[in-house]
């Protein structure tokens, strides 16, 4: 398997721009979570999914945030309209539950954004 | 809500010496603690993890202890190298749900 896939791997965009990040969990993972992070924040979690529900969306900093999975290997998180300080390091990771119990998050390789 | 605090943020120490992470939880219902290193423009990745069934875990130089009526995990690495130098994540999951709680991170400097 190629692990979790995200794109972009860079982004430079213009405040006020639109802003879609993808990610492609492993395949047979249940569990896709997306992260941001920053130097003065840490990894936060920013929401999380289980078979392509969403499950906690606490974390989305505003509504300018929304995210989807349409299907079990596809998720986007989408920053509309975007601003400086969504400035980050977004990652992707997916889990298996398997028997229940939690496992380990695989992490994508992060797609960073700069909003200028 | 959940949270989960680290300590120290900064750990320098000698190539050889052993250094300590430590982690807090305040969510009772957590029962899978993992630790993730994350290399300069890397990604985080798993290198141990425990559950709350068990006290202690250990897997070659590293090792894990955890103290579930202080809400409380720590992270050991023996002999360390500088390849160990990296920053260091704990983490802590509930059961049913799975929503992973990061600390902050441990930035650890091994000097040759």
């Known amino acids: 398997d190629a692990g979790v896939i995200q794109s972009p791997r860079h982004e430079v965009t213009e405040m006020g721009q639109e802003v879609t990040l993808r990610c492609k969990p492993i395949?047979?993972?249940?569990?896709l979570f997306w992260y941001r992070q920053t130097m003065m924040r840490g990894l936060e979690l920013l929401i999380y999914f289980n078979n392509n529900v969403p499950i906690d969306d606490s974390g989305m900093p505003e509504d300018r945030f929304s995210a989807k999975m349409p299907n079990a290997s596809f998720s986007t998180l989408k920053i509309q309209p975007s601003e400086p300080r969504d400035s980050a390091v977004y990652f992707c990771a997916s889990s298996f539950s398997g028997r229940g119990l939690a496992g380990e998050l695989f992490f994508g390789e992060g797609s960073r954004l700069t909003v200028l | 809500g959940e949270n989960v605090e680290q300590h120290p943020s900064t750990l320098s120490v000698q190539e050889g010496d052993s250094a300590v992470i430590k982690c807090t939880y305040s969510?009772?219902?957590?029962?899978?603690f993992p630790w993730y290193k994350q290399e300069l423009g890397k990604r985080p990745q798993l290198i141990i993890d425990?559950?709350?069934?068990?006290g202690e875990k250990k897997d070659q130089r590293i090792a894990v202890t955890l103290n579930k009526t202080a809400k409380h995990f720590s992270l050991h690495i023996t002999e360390t190298q500088p390849e160990d130098s990296a920053v260091y994540f704990c983490a802590a999951s509930r059961a049913g749900g799975f929503k992973t709680i990061f600390g902050a991170g441990t930035r650890l400097f091994v000097k040759a």
């Open positions: 395949s047979g993972h249940d569990y």
């Open positions: 969510d009772s219902a957590s029962n899978y």
């Open positions: 425990i559950r709350s069934n068990v």
